[in-house]
């Protein structure tokens, strides 16, 4: 027997009023309401992401820098404590657009001027702090980032120095040389492990979000203006990319303690 809606609702009442706020960090699967409570209940950092929407070669999906900066985010945040994510950035400057250059030279890519970034960080900041927010990570999975975040935190740290706000690059995340020096120490080259799309970045991919990889199409690099791949992919597995994926993790975490005195 099909219910009327009003048995429908009554029967769903109960079970709304017993829900509880989910097991997430992340900003956009939460409610405002939950936001407040959470604020309310000491939670006062918020970590900002930025990724990229780019070539990583014919194996790599365009979204990597959001699928691991998604994981990155999660783990660091859950790490610190106290701490919420903010929905990943995904338009950077990538390049120009007429004549195309750098990302801009393949299918896919989106890229915006430096400034408008910038304004873009700036903005989502401001936003946050006016919600309450007291420590602000800007952390990013791509390296033409790191110099609009730190930018971005030194202005904004100029401006609220007085207000007990801070805002930190945390640029361990993507600088930390402990994954590279470990993958040398397994015998891998320089030319294997590469800058962009290679044995480092195909594997912490491959651990993260390894339904994002084409294995089938992995190749060594022809070079970035030939196939976008700079290193050697074929070589990749999730177990050199967990390794890898826990230094960058450890190194921001601690990168964030010892600068916020924590």
């Not at 730190?150 to 930390?176: F, P, R």
Request: with cysteine; proline share 6%; net charge negative.
């Amino acid at each position: 027997m099909l219910l009327t809606r009003s048995v429908f609702l009554l029967l769903l009442i109960p079970a709304l009023c017993f829900s509880q706020t989910p097991d997430t960090v992340f900003l956009e699967d939460l409610t405002w309401t939950e936001v407040r409570a959470l604020l309310d209940g000491g939670t006062d950092t918020v970590i900002i992401p930025t990724a990229g929407t780019e070539q990583n070669g014919p194996h790599v999906v365009l979204g990597k820098h959001k699928y691991r900066m998604n994981a990155g985010a999660d783990a660091i945040a859950r790490k610190l404590g106290k701490t919420l994510v903010a929905p990943v950035i995904v338009h950077v400057p990538e390049g120009n657009i007429d004549p195309p250059s750098g990302h801009m030279l393949f299918p896919g890519t989106i890229t915006i001027p430096e400034d408008v970034f910038q304004s873009l960080l700036e903005h989502t900041a401001r936003s946050l702090k006016a919600h309450g927010f007291k420590k602000i990570l800007l952390i990013g999975d791509s390296g033409g980032n790191q110099a609009g975040m730190k930018a971005v935190a030194n202005l904004l740290n100029n401006a609220w120095q007085s207000e007990g706000i801070t805002v930190l690059h945390v640029s361990a995340w993507y600088d930390d040389p402990g994954y590279r020096n470990y993958l040398a120490s397994k015998g891998f080259s320089e030319s294997q492990i590469g800058v962009h799309a290679g044995l480092h970045d195909t594997s912490t991919l491959l651990y993260v979000a390894p339904e994002y990889v084409r294995v089938d199409t992995m190749e060594p690099g022809k070079g970035f203006e030939i196939d976008g791949v700079i290193g050697d992919p074929t070589l990749s597995t999730p177990e050199l990319g967990e390794v890898g994926f826990e230094i960058a993790v450890a190194a921001a975490v601690a990168q964030i303690k010892s600068e916020l005195n924590q």
